[in-house]
């Protein structure tokens, strides 16, 4: 079945920037997708189609693509980025989450 | 204001059956396709099951879940349901129903319920 690979964990200071790697071979021709998602509560949309992000979410937050790697960036951490991160995306059987990467903010 | 409130979690034992219900607020539920998606205890999301906007037309599960699990929708009511049968202990996690807003050829789950438990333990 498909996957996508994340890394475990990332780790930067505050004011840094964090990069969060996706890769997946039907990324070069589907759209990713990110979420954020905090202790207890339910998973909130950072970046869609690659690289836009929704309404309400801040600018320090940005998404690339780069063949069968996506990437979310974010710039100048702030303690409350700490979270953990999904990319999504999809194949011919649905749906599909990478594994999540866990942000920690120094 | 968007809601999205799963009920019907529990305790069931291995091999039991449980019927999750999601129920919709706030947005013209029956032009949104929903999905349900499920987290195991300290682990990341995994994706189970879709049902388009008229749910006659597409419905998908992931493999895990195939055969054993049942998408549907009453679009009246506002409601999204899971029916689970033949449940085992791989199957204990906290289950969210998830709103696919799809626009300019990209979909997302924009908005997500809090999620109810199900733990399948004797």
């Known amino acids: 079945s498909y996957e996508l690979t994340q890394p475990p964990s990332v780790s930067v200071s505050p004011g840094q920037t964090a990069r969060i790697t996706c890769a997946g071979d039907a990324l070069s021709k589907q759209y990713a997708y990110w979420y954020q998602q905090k202790p207890g509560q339910a998973p909130v949309v950072v970046i869609h189609?690659?690289?836009e992000r929704p309404p309400g979410i801040p600018e320090r937050f940005s998404g690339s693509s780069s063949g069968t790697i996506v990437t979310l960036t974010i710039s100048g951490v702030q303690a409350e980025d700490e979270a953990d991160y999904y990319c999504?995306?999809?194949?011919?059987?649905?749906?599909?989450f990478g594994g999540g990467t866990k942000l920690t903010v120094l | 204001e968007v809601h999205l409130v799963e009920a019907g979690g529990g305790l069931v034992q291995p091999g039991g059956s449980l019927r999750l219900s999601c129920a919709a607020s706030?947005?013209?539920?029956?032009?949104?396709?929903m999905n349900w998606v499920r987290q195991a205890p300290g682990k990341g999301l995994q994706w189970i099951s879709y049902i388009s906007s008229n749910s006659s037309s597409i419905i998908d599960y992931a493999d895990s879940v195939k055969g054993r699990f049942t998408i549907s929708r009453d679009n009246a009511k506002k409601m999204l349901y899971l029916q689970m049968n033949s449940l085992g202990g791989d199957d204990t996690a906290v289950y969210y129903c998830?709103?696919?807003?799809?626009?300019?050829?990209?979909?997302?789950?924009?908005?997500w319920g809090q999620g109810t438990l199900v733990s399948v333990s004797s």
């Open positions: 189609k690659d690289s």
């Open positions: 998830a709103r696919e807003y799809c626009t300019g050829g990209s979909c997302t789950f924009d908005f």
């Open positions: 706030g947005f013209t539920f029956s032009t949104y396709a």
């Open positions: 999504q995306s999809a194949d011919n059987s649905g749906w599909v």
